[in-house]
């Protein structure tokens, strides 16, 4: 069974940082694109990051709001997603979730290509 549990989520200050892990178990992990997004209360859920498979170039994606705070990295032997948050701001506030697609190459950005999900973790950034 597949199973991706996120952690490292809290409360932290506005310019602070903050890390983000997901452990999955039950996939082979290479094969998976590997994203992060979240949803703000009143908002729709929204892509934050994806990291593609290694065939795919292995590049990374963010969202214009993200880029240059925010980095998303994966371990293949560990079997993990980590989102490095720095420079917080309080609109980053929001539950984060985990997320894994095998072989995605476009899409990388809509929910609903994604199979598997993380239960999320919650981010607090105060002002």
């Known amino acids: 069974q597949v199973q991706l549990v996120e952690s490292g989520g809290g409360l932290v200050q506005a310019g602070g940082s903050l890390r983000l892990s997901c452990a999955t178990s039950?996939?082979?992990?290479?094969?998976?694109?590997v994203g992060w997004f979240r949803q703000a209360p009143g908002k729709e859920r929204e892509f934050v990051a994806a990291a593609h498979i290694s065939w795919l170039g292995g590049s990374k994606d963010y969202a214009d709001s993200v880029k240059g705070r925010f980095t998303i990295s994966r371990d293949n032997a560990k079997n993990t997603i980590d989102l490095q948050m720095n420079n917080l701001k309080p609109e980053d506030t929001a539950v984060y979730y985990c997320?894994?697609?095998?072989?995605?190459?476009?899409?990388?950005?809509?929910?609903?290509?994604?199979?598997?999900w993380g239960q999320g973790t919650q981010v607090t950034v105060s002002s």
């Open positions: 997320a894994a697609e095998v072989y995605l190459s476009g899409g990388y950005d809509r929910q609903e290509n994604y199979r598997y």
């Open positions: 039950g996939l082979t992990f290479s094969r998976y694109t």
